[in-house]
């Protein structure tokens, strides 16, 4: 074996092994969270287009649906998002994606937006001045 080859398989090696650790994980999850809204608040605000794409944003989802439970004493109603990846991601990633959504959702319906970094003080240039 000449000795590029030997390093070419070496390079092949490493590759394996780093796509190894970053295996795709399952293409679907779910996250729940209690929710103090009445169900119908609930379905409402997650059938508004624009609403559910602000609280489905940067995840990559093929498809997402709600599941509302029973009242959770002085919780809430317990809220379920179950979504289905468009594209995989690696390990929990999938269950992560989804407790982001349901967050976003419990949020908003509990306070009326979806909280966001905007205009938070920070070192940066151009902090406190309004994205375009």
Do not use: Y
Not at 77 to 94: D, K, M, Q
């Amino acid at each position: 074996m000449s000795p590029d080859a030997s390093s070419a398989r070496s390079v092949a090696d490493k590759a394996r092994q780093a796509i190894a650790k970053v295996r795709p994980g399952p293409l679907e999850g779910r996250r729940a969270l209690p929710i103090r809204r009445a169900p119908e608040d609930i379905r409402a605000r997650w059938d508004e287009p624009q609403l559910r794409a602000a609280v489905l944003e940067g995840i990559p989802v093929r498809d997402a649906s709600l599941d509302i439970g029973e009242e959770d004493g002085d919780w809430g109603r317990t809220v379920t998002v179950h979504l289905a990846l468009s594209a995989p991601v690696p390990g929990a990633a999938a269950q992560t994606l989804a407790g982001k959504a349901v967050r976003r959702l419990k949020a908003l319906c509990e306070t009326g937006e979806i909280p966001n970094t905007d205009f938070n003080p920070s070192a940066r240039p151009g902090a406190g001045e309004r994205a375009s």
